[in-house]
């Protein structure tokens, strides 16, 4: 009914920038808090940063200052501006989204594909 796809991700070096975006379609009546969350290899998935429908933000201390997250409520989308890139950040990206659909009034969660961000020279 619902479907995140990501696009954005691969490979840059340490200090580079790179720009993740998600977009959300389907059977969409409202989408409540949406979010970005990343897993290295052999780590478990963790917070990066999220954003309520009102626009509040909520980022993790490894990423504030460097990371940005935003969203285009018009377009059912959630973006990350991820600048001054470190090794550490290289992980497996996912957008997370709490969607209403039109047959189900409560809000339940969805997960991007996946994408692969390597911040390596």
């Known amino acids: 009914q619902v479907q995140l796809v990501q696009s954005g991700g691969g490979l840059v070096q340490p200090g580079g920038s790179l720009r993740l975006s998600c977009a959300a379609s389907?059977?969409?009546?409202?989408?409540?808090?949406m979010g970005w969350y990343r897993q290295a290899p052999g780590k478990q998935r963790e917070l990066v940063a999220t954003?309520?429908?009102?626009?509040?933000?909520v980022y993790a201390d490894s990423v504030k200052g460097r990371f940005t997250i935003s969203r285009d409520n018009a377009k059912n989308t959630v973006y990350l501006q991820m600048n001054s890139l470190k090794p550490e950040d290289t992980a497996v990206y996912y957008c997370n989204s709490r969607v209403a659909t039109m047959t189900s009034p409560r809000e339940l969660s969805y997960w991007g594909q996946g994408t692969q961000v390597t911040v390596s020279s």
């Open positions: 954003i309520t429908s009102g626009g509040s933000t």
């Open positions: 389907g059977s969409i009546f409202s989408i409540g808090a």
